[in-house]
């Protein structure tokens, strides 16, 4: 499996598997089983009605093809870059900087996958295999990546971790933050202390002070300062 690196748009580089080739092929495979055990009861229920013949063209429009068409834009929109496809194998569709794509990102994918699946099948594969992002021609206009879930988090890596009774907090601004940005400060900073680039530290530091509008101690290390901002998370979070 391979690896991407992603800047985000705190300027923080973080590492994404890639999803395999085998992954999103799996996960087309699972939303057409899905798409023909819904059009399956469709046609069932439509055998049942009596349409008038001159509503079929309508009915055809509206009940058969708009799904289709549908499915893929407003289902992974909806459901944060997954369709349940990708979602039974755990892989999604990002920006390359991260971020939750737009609509509107979807919408160009869902076109080009006309083209390079519908139109021409094993088109948006070939682009695939020669592309060191595994991005398809969709994916390269929308300026998306489809990664691999991050596996469970070890407990030991988990933001969340037990604070004796008799601690008290320093920073109540530790309260603003989510908790995704709490996991990615904290994997941040497990990765730069693993690779001893404490450079990253400093600049981690920066970032949450500028985010949270606070400033550092000057008798505090950038390492302390980090785990007490987790650790004041940790406390407010709690509550």
Known sequence: MSEF??????????????????QRVG??????????????????LLSLTKFDKHLSAWAFVSVIMLPYFLYYPLVQYWN???????????????????????????????????????????LGL?????NDKSQRLGDMVAKTVVVAEAQ????????????EQSY?????QAANLSDKDAQLIKTVALEARKTKKYKILKSL??????????KKPENMSNKQFIDTILKDYNYFSGK
């Open 5 to 22: 690196q992603i800047r985000t748009a705190q300027n923080i580089s973080i590492k994404q598997n890639l999803a395999g080739i085998g």
């Open 27 to 44: 996960a087309v495979i699972i939303d057409l089983i899905f798409l023909s055990i819904f059009y399956y009861f469709v046609f069932y």
């Open 152 to 163: 469970k988090t070890k407990l030991g890596h988990s933001v969340f971790e037990e604070l």
């Open 80 to 122: 944060n870059g997954q369709s349940l496809g990708k979602q039974l194998v755990k892989i999604r569709i990002v920006k390359t900087d991260n971020s939750h794509p737009r609509l509107g990102d979807f919408l160009i994918r869902w076109i080009f996958r006309l083209f390079e699946v519908n139109m021409i099948p094993g």
């Open 168 to 172: 008290t907090p320093i920073f109540s």
């Open 205 to 214: 530091t920066s970032k949450i002070e500028a985010i949270l509008d606070i």
């Open 126 to 130: 070939i682009v695939m295999l020669f």
